[in-house]
């Protein structure tokens, strides 16, 4: 099976992908559209981007760009730890506390600010696409006093020298990936990782006005549907307009989650069932 996920080799997604599909054939897409894209048009038959993290919040690219781009069914969800190492190209693995500039990806750098706030007050950030790939342009750059906050592996593929390892702020760092497909069907996978299942619905509010978001969230309630998540994002249909992404903590089902849907459109919101699917937990 062909399996696209944000790039290049040795992300966080490329760990998770190697773990939960050990035999797939893996495609590396240097931007999470693009990863997107590929599923869209059939280049792979799933993708696989970052979601979510427990420090630093939505991967605010993902959700937009699946619900205003290309909106593909989630077929399921990867959650693993995140360990970050502060990393230079081996000729400055010495003079590495002279460095002016870091990279890596904008998550990666939030979830050590304390880190580097402290050490590297002097040193300046430079956003990539991924971890990986701030890895790859600090060994591609001897020349430049630069460093990449990325994994392991990354130091391993890429030849860098890790000079602090474990420099994320909360040990508890973990983040969400998910699995897209084309078409909506069940993942065929059989994995000692699956932890549970869940059902990802995107929710437009029918206008302003008082109690609205109270009535959605009683559709829920009362029938004791448990929510794991609810986000508001911009509907970008004007300052002030919002939708909101709300996870069921259990599968799509014949009578709660259709019957809380029917009340909800009921109150003239709009429903679009993201998913229902599987997840995977790596520890
Ligand atoms: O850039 C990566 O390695 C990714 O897979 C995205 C990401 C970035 C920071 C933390 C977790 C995942």
Request: charged residues 20%; glycine residues 4%; negative net charge.
């Amino acid at each position: 099976m062909k399996i696209g996920y944000l790039g290049p080799k040795a992300t966080f997604t490329d760990l998770a992908v190697t773990t939960v599909f050990p035999n797939a054939e893996k495609v590396p897409y240097n931007t999470i559209p693009e990863c997107i894209d590929a599923v869209s048009s059939g280049e792979v038959e799933l993708g696989v981007v970052p979601l979510e993290n427990a420090i630093e919040g939505s991967v605010n690219l993902t959700i937009d760009y699946l619900v205003h781009e290309q909106t593909l069914p989630i077929v399921g969800e990867i959650v693993a730890p995140i360990q970050q190492h502060l990393m230079v190209h081996p000729n400055h693995a010495d003079d590495w506390t002279a460095i002016r500039y870091v990279y890596s990806h904008s998550h990666a750098i939030a979830q050590c600010h304390k880190f580097l706030h402290q050490h590297f007050k002097q040193a300046m950030y430079e956003y990539t696409t991924s971890t990986s790939a701030a890895a790859k342009f600090v060994s591609e750059n001897p020349q430049l006093k630069i460093a990449a906050i990325a994994n392991r592996l990354a130091a391993q593929t890429y030849g860098l020298t890790i000079v602090q390892e474990n420099i994320h702020d909360y040990d508890y760092n973990h983040t969400r990936f998910i699995i897209v497909q084309r078409e909506n069907g069940e993942l065929a996978i059989d994995s000692p990782l699956y932890a549970g299942d869940k059902t990802t619905l995107m929710i437009t509010l029918p206008k302003d006005q008082a109690g609205a978001l109270h009535q959605v969230l009683s559709a829920f309630a009362w029938r004791k549907l448990n929510l794991t998540k609810i986000e508001s994002r911009p509907a970008k249909t004007g300052l002030g307009n919002y939708f909101f992404i709300v996870d069921v903590d259990q599968k799509m089902d014949e009578v709660l989650i259709p019957g809380a849907i029917a009340e909800l459109e009921a109150l003239d919101c709009s429903v679009q069932v993201l998913g229902s699917y599987p997840y995977y937990v790596i520890k």
